[in-house]
């Protein structure tokens, strides 16, 4: 098919970023969950009587209809689907999180339906009030998953089940390490990566721990990119 004529309806998608163009258009940045994240260019989203205005809203479930060929594809139809409570206080912020892990680590025009069913599964429950530590490590480990980074939690590199009693080092790319005395590396207990596993986070050890295992591994698969949502967590509250 000719990918200028290629025209795509009916896509399952949420918004994830928009930015003026032109002084009567925006670019839109969307995570679909058949085509990956796409770049649409919304004709006329800016003027005070587009139709496009009330219907581009992020962390709310869309359907678009898209055309063209190119890195930017020109959008054709929106729709917003409901169903979602909207996202208020520290839920906003943390959905804002998650759009910028996409943005940043998400290629373009690669489908991962999986993930886009974890990205909607968090926003629902985040929408609902639910433990923000449980969502916000559960859709971490979807992200990397899909990415080809899965973790290696519940046994070490030597294909040992992991000690709860222990503690380890958590090597990137290979695993986790039993800590040997003296070793300067950050070192986790082996309970925590066995309740990371399972999504467990009522122990506090556990919560703690596994935000900063999961923010040293997204750190260096960001490779240098800063997060703006952590830099206002930083400032309003820790995530």
């Keep these: 098919m000719n990918a ?19 002084e ?5 940045e969307a995570f679909t969950r058949d085509h990956g994240r796409m770049s649409l260019l919304a004709r006329g989203a800016r003027r005070p009587r587009s139709s496009l205005r009330g219907t ?8 678009l209809g898209w055309f063209g060929g190119g890195e930017v594809k020109t959008l054709a139809k929106a ?17 804002y999180y998650l759009n ?25 429950a985040l929408a609902g009030g639910a433990s923000d530590a449980a969502e916000l490590r ?9 990415l080809g980074y899965a973790l290696s939690l519940e046994h070490d590199v030597a294909g040992r089940v992991v000690d709860a009693a ?32 399972r999504d467990d986070y009522a122990d506090p050890r556990t919560a703690t721990e596994s935000k900063l ?21 930083i400032e309003l509250q820790d995530v």
């Design 166 to 197: 222990r503690r380890y080092h958590y090597r990137i790319e290979q695993g986790a390490v039993p800590v040997e005395e003296g070793s300067g590396e950050t070192a986790f207990a082996g309970k925590t990566l066995l309740d990371l596993a």
């Design 4 to 22: 200028v004529r290629q025209r795509i309806d009916g896509a399952l998608a949420y918004l994830l970023h928009a930015y003026p163009f032109s």
């Design 213 to 233: 295992l999961m923010r040293h591994l997204l750190t260096h698969y960001l490779n240098g990119q800063p997060l703006q949502t952590r830099r206002v967590f």
């Design 24 to 28: 009567s258009s925006l670019i839109v």
């Design 56 to 63: 581009l809203l992020a962390f709310q479930p869309l359907e």
């Design 79 to 95: 729709e917003w689907l409901g169903g979602t409570p909207l996202l208020h206080g520290n839920g906003l912020l943390l959905g």
């Design 138 to 146: 559960r859709f971490e480990k979807s992200l990397l998953k899909e």
């Design 100 to 124: 910028e892990l996409l943005l940043k680590l998400l290629p373009r025009e690669d489908a991962h339906a999986v993930l886009f069913d974890a990205y909607a599964a968090a926003l629902q």
